[in-house]
């Protein structure tokens, strides 16, 4: 990477109408003429298997994708077709000869012998499981957050409450084939079913709490599918689609945010104070210019266009040299308002003795709405109703602007971020030295 020209992701904006594989070949085309610009460390892989650091977990991923970029459906639809896909390959093979392979097609209808077809090596999980991996012991998860070993375990509450979820989601599955004119019945003897109707009553069925944004033949073809076998390979088309659009939109859009250490009021105030620290020296210029003063006064205007500049250009990429110098980040808004004890702010002499629990506590981030979009059914992924919006819409500006710090724990994007400060710096130099001896060589006027 150039020092000098090293350039952070381009934003990737989202096409318009639902999305589908031309779609989606658009976005990785885009991102591959900057793939320079992700390190191996931050890769797409990496951030799904949990391997990178804060804050490019892939809770943080998830939490940019809720909260910044509002299509959390995608993640949460992708890790539970990799948990899926994995089991159902890991059960009984009398159970999977229940439910044959299907080959993806553009129509509503399958093609030859599609269904006597073996499985595609793409069908089979293409990344290793990660800690939030879904995790159904039996066939059919668990539908009530009380389970038998609960002191408030109701059996025939418990009992009641599957099966009107069960009844529920098959209710939804009906409709959702109905509106693509699909008249006849899933094959309910077939493994998984129960859960398969779950997820698109989830995320495939028109107004579904987490629904897809595909299109009408896109979601017509999945659902005939379906009806067909509960095999992985129905959910081609699909998964297709949503591998196109993490990884060609979602993925380097969130690393882009990611390489920003200061919230929006920080960075907002500090790329202001790089513009008056520029004005001042202009006018500073003006006034030693118009004076009977020496020239060579006006070389005290040097540090306010270094320092201006330099700021400035970091602040217009989403960095704060201030927070810079010790390696650390603003809180995100949904970040403030946890479990107190789980937030600190910690100095360089630390570092070495931090980890990931005792920099920050996952699991009490955002008033509890973080482990809830983890979950693989549940509500939409709104946060409107979160306790955290209020609070922080109630927070005076000046504590908006100087927020807790946490320290950036992944060692990539701390290197990236050195890369623009010097950047920035290199930059700075080679404008204000130019600009500095032509004031210099401005001839004295001696207005006064």
């Known amino acids: 990477m150039s020092l000098l020209f090293y350039r952070r992701p381009d934003y990737v904006a989202k096409l318009p109408g639902p999305m589908n594989l031309t779609q989606c070949q658009i976005y990785v085309e885009r991102t591959q003429k900057h793939r320079r610009a992700i390190p191996p460390e931050l890769s797409f892989e990496n951030i799904i298997q949990n391997k990178a650091l804060p804050p490019c977990t892939l809770q943080d991923f998830m939490d940019y994708l809720v909260y910044v970029s509002h299509d ?38 399958p093609t030859g012998n599609d269904l006597n077809q073996p499985p595609r090596t793409a069908d089979k999980p293409k990344f290793g499981a990660s800690e939030y991996e879904v995790n159904f012991d039996q066939q059919e998860p668990p539908m009530s957050p009380t389970g038998p070993m609960s002191p408030q375990f109701d059996k ?38 129960s859960e398969i109707n779950r997820v698109i009553s989830h995320y495939i069925a028109p107004n579904s709490p987490r629904e897809l944004n595909l299109s009408h033949k896109t979601r017509a ?33 969130f690393i882009r945010w990611s390489i920003c250490n200061g919230n929006k009021p920080r960075v907002l ?13 202009v006018i500073l210029a003006i006034i030693l210019m118009l004076s009977h003063a020496s020239r ?26 201030i927070i810079h110098t010790g390696h650390c980040r603003a809180l995100r808004p949904w970040e403030q308002f946890g479990d107190a004890a789980s937030l600190h702010s910690f100095d360089n002499d630390d570092e070495a003795a931090l980890s990931t629990d005792d ?82 060589a401005l001839p004295v006027v001696g207005a006064y």
């Open 72 to 109: 959390a459906e995608n993640l949460q639809f992708w890790i539970w077709l990799q948990s899926y896909t994995k089991r159902f390959y890991a059960a009984a093979p009398s159970d999977q000869a229940l439910s044959p392979p299907w080959s993806a097609v553009e129509g509503l209808q």
């Open 156 to 193: 025939q509450s418990f009992i009641s409450g599957m099966a009107n979820t069960a009844r529920s989601a098959a209710d939804s599955v009906e409709d959702a084939n109905a509106q693509v004119g699909l008249k006849w019945q899933s094959f309910t003897i077939q493994p998984y079913r």
């Open 221 to 253: 073809a999945v659902l005939h599918a379906l009806q067909h076998t509960t095999h992985p390979s129905a959910f081609s088309l699909v998964r297709d689609i949503v591998e196109g659009t993490l990884r060609g939109q979602s993925h380097p859009n």
């Open 269 to 281: 105030f500090v790329r202001n104070s790089g513009i008056a620290h520029v004005a001042g020296g």
């Open 296 to 321: 060579w006064w006006r070389l005290f205007c040097f540090p306010l266009f270094l320092v201006g500049f330099s700021i400035g250009i970091a602040a217009y990429k989403g960095l704060c040299v």
């Open 359 to 440: 920099v920050y506590s996952m699991s009490h981030r955002g008033g509890g709405k973080r482990g809830i979009s983890m979950d693989t059914f549940g509500t939409n992924n709104g946060y409107d109703h979160e306790l955290w919006v209020e609070k922080y819409k109630k927070k005076p500006l000046l504590q908006r602007i100087f927020t807790k710090n946490i320290w950036i724990q992944d060692e990539a994007v701390r290197i990236l971020q050195d890369r623009i400060v010097v950047q920035s710096h290199a930059w700075s130099a080679m404008i204000t030295v130019p600009l500095t001896a032509m004031v210099v």
